[in-house]
């Protein structure tokens, strides 16, 4: 079974941020809740301009989540392709994901009284799509890849 990552090409992106809002859009969300972020950090000048890096971040689907084996309803699992998902019927929102996430990645939704994660929209790709985020990058510099991409 592929297991996916998603691949910035730092050298195609230009920040615009567009990736954040699709993913918003597309998973209903308020303000609040970031499934996956666009981070930025400037190297030193060249010529005397400085020069910035864009990096892109979203939950790493851990090979062994602790988000998953924190959550006391185990609304949080990994499926076959690696990629780990949050049961909205099951989760009670208690945030405990969160503070067992190294990188705090788990949000809760206010709407929902839910937790949210990337789940590189997991509904998309078994209907054999990209993620929300990828279809609307303007410079085509995020990729959903398998590890054997790598």
């Not at 994901?97 to 939704?109: D, E, L, R, S, V």
Request: net charge positive; aromatic share 6%.
């Amino acid at each position: 079974m592929n297991k996916y990552m998603i691949y910035l090409n730092t050298k195609r992106c230009i920040g615009c941020h567009g990736c954040e809002v699709h993913c918003k859009t597309y998973k209903s969300l308020p303000i609040g809740p970031i499934l996956c972020e666009i981070g930025h950090k400037t190297l030193k000048s060249i010529k005397g301009m400085p020069k910035t890096e864009f990096s892109f971040r979203s939950c790493y689907q851990c090979e062994d989540p602790l988000c998953a084996s924190i959550c006391p309803v185990d609304a949080i699992s990994k499926r076959e392709d690696g990629i780990v998902i949050v049961d909205q019927e099951k989760c009670i929102g208690c945030m405990a994901c969160t503070g067992a996430c190294p990188w705090m990645i788990p949000q809760y939704n206010p709407l929902t009284n839910k937790m949210v994660k990337c789940d590189y929209c997991v509904d998309r790709i078994d209907a054999g799509l990209k993620p929300a985020c990828i279809t609307k990058c303007t410079t085509h510099a995020l990729k959903l890849v398998t590890l054997s991409e790598v």
